[in-house]
């Protein structure tokens, strides 16, 4: 099936479940859309329900539901932005312990909007490092 040879590397470093997840959704999108973006961002919104992104790979969240305004809406609706997988409905609490987990400075003194761009930051940073050869 396309999910396959379609799969992000940050989905080929997780958990078999993140990777059945989006590559169950990936599929039946391209099924009803065809191949490209849309099929995508279909995929990476089912995906948000069930995970969010830590560092360079994605891990269960604790509870489902989607993780930020953009997964809401769904891939039906394109615009706006994402949150990069980071849940941004998560507590401040949570925020503050993955931006720990990160390494994220200055976390002690942040907004929760604050935490959840940092912590953003610092996942698109480990992803970058992860792809170097």
């Not at 080929?12 to 099924?31: F, G, L, M, N």
């Not at 995929?43 to 930020?68: I, N, Q, R, Y």
């Amino acid at each position: 099936m396309p999910a396959e040879k379609d799969m992000p590397s940050t989905l080929r470093r997780s958990a078999k479940k993140a990777q059945r997840t989006w590559a169950k959704a990936h599929d039946s999108a391209v099924e009803t859309y065809g191949e490209g973006e849309r099929s995508h961002r279909t995929a990476f919104s089912a995906l948000k329900h069930t995970h969010e992104k830590v560092g360079d790979h994605w891990e269960p969240k604790d509870g489902s539901g989607p993780s930020d305004s953009r997964a809401k809406r769904g891939a039906k609706q394109p615009g706006g932005r994402t949150a990069g997988g980071v849940d941004t409905n998560a507590t401040k609490q949570h925020l503050y312990e993955l931006a720990k987990r990160l390494d994220v400075k200055g976390r002690s003194t942040m907004s929760k909007q604050e935490l959840a761009r940092a912590v953003q930051k610092a996942n698109d940073r480990k992803t970058r490092q992860s792809r170097q050869p």
